[in-house]
């Protein structure tokens, strides 16, 4: 049997951090919209951020870019995130929309590029001195686009180096990220395609390098929940990016397109014992540095909300992955281990069915009235007034980064 209250328990601690350029104007490359309401500056993209945290009452970061966030004053910046309730998250680094990189950042033929490249990287955690975040997220575009280009293994070891550069900056409590993407921009070969390359280099660095998936980076049917596992089994899963994905990269809400597989990526999450790595229990990837220790999984999304309002599709999300939490900390594992032990195949599956077939919003809404929330988080947001506020206020909002 479940403990039911050790699940509410678990649920009321989880922590999904959301990203600055969630709440900014984003499209395609065919055509970015602009809607209206849309912050107009890194401040605001928080101020949004806080929304999301205000009503899911476990959304308490906000991860930042660099540099579509840039500002002067970072402790200032991380101040402001205070004052509204909520703290900066991960730092991503952004390497892949200069002129320069048209043939690489780190991995460039040319040493000068190259070393441009890292002096961002390490530039990123200077910010995160001043922000007093964790972790820094590294995604490189880089890659080939033609057989022939330039040399697969030498770029290899012109990643190892900015790497190890990176490594060897990182504070004690300070880690690094590295994500993985099959392809795109790059279309013939892409230094960091899978989790096997992300983890060859980290595992060489060491404990504070670790692999971070984006669910939609892999190739149409990889298995996700096993490269979960098996990374999680090597202590070496420092966190996701999450989103949902029909086709390519697509961005969109975590949960829309198959939520049955982000069940299965949590059930190993949890089954990883990724849910609790913290002293205390809970997952606080970016709590204050005291309060921090061990290796913990960053729940951090990875979205851009096209069409539809962005900070409801913010809330969404972060309700989608509690309810796939929520049934993921409802399978029932004694059961379902002795099930798998016996050979029970179709026993074993039924129980782990049974888990995702139940209806937990019920749950859900009882979690987030112990926690003197509003059951449901989107009604009371619309319900507020926020919006129409934001509309009056804010003219020509800011493009998300990229696209625009
Ligand atoms: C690359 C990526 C990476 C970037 C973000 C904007 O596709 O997933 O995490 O930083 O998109
Ligand atoms: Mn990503
Ligand atoms: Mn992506």
Redesign the pocket.
């Known amino acids: 049997m479940v403990d039911t209250s050790a699940v509410k328990q678990a649920l009321r601690r989880q922590h999904i951090e959301t990203p600055s350029w969630a709440y900014g104007n984003s499209g395609t490359r065919f055509k970015v919209f602009a809607q209206q309401g849309v912050p107009r500056t890194p401040q605001e993209k928080i101020e949004d951020a806080a929304q999301v945290h205000k009503y899911t009452g476990v959304a308490p970061s906000v991860a930042l870019h660099i540099p579509w966030d840039k500002v002067d004053d970072y402790a200032a910046l991380a101040a402001h995130a205070k004052e509204q309730g909520v703290r900066i998250g991960a730092i991503n680094s952004n390497v892949f929309q200069d002129d320069d990189y048209m043939l690489g950042s780190v991995t460039n033929p040319d040493p000068a590029i190259r070393r441009k490249a890292l002096d961002h990287l390490l530039e990123c955690v200077d910010i995160m001195d001043l922000t007093g975040s964790r972790d820094l997220k590294l995604?490189f575009s880089d890659g080939t686009n033609y057989p022939g280009q330039d040399d697969i293994r030498t770029r290899q070891d012109r990643m190892a180096e900015a790497l190890a550069a990176v490594y060897e900056r990182l504070g004690d409590d300070q880690r690094f990220l590295l994500?993985y993407?099959l392809f795109e921009p790059a279309f013939y070969t892409t230094d960091v395609p899978d989790w096997g390359t992300s983890y060859a280099h980290c595992i060489k660095l060491g404990p504070k390098a670790q692999v971070v998936v984006?669910t939609?980076?892999h190739a149409p049917g990889t298995n996700i929940e096993f490269i979960v596992a098996f990374l999680l089994r090597e202590g070496k899963l420092g966190g996701f990016?999450f989103?949902s994905r029909f086709y390519a990269?697509d961005?969109l809400m975590v949960g829309a397109a198959d939520p049955f597989q982000l069940f299965r990526i949590m059930y190993e999450v949890v089954r990883g014992g990724g849910y609790d790595a913290y002293p205390g229990g809970g997952t606080t990837p970016h709590a204050p540095r005291q309060e921090r220790g061990g290796a913990g999984v960053a729940f951090m999304l990875?979205q851009c909300h096209n069409i539809e309002p962005k900070i409801q599709g913010q809330i969404r999300s972060v309700m989608n992955v509690q309810e796939a939490t929520a049934k993921a900390l409802l399978v029932d594992r004694d059961a379902l281990h002795a099930a798998q032990d016996s050979g029970d195949v179709l026993g074993a599956n039924e129980i782990f069915m049974d888990a995702y077939n139940t209806d937990v919003r019920p749950l859900l809404a009882e979690v987030r009235d112990e926690m003197g929330l509003n059951p449901d988080p989107i009604a009371a947001y619309k319900a507020s007034g926020y919006f129409d506020k934001v509309v009056a206020e804010r003219k020509g909002g800011q493009a998300a980064g990229w696209g625009a």
Do not use: L, P, R, V
Request: charged share 65%.
């Open positions: 995604w994500e993407k984006d939609g980076h990016d989103n990269d961005d990875d």
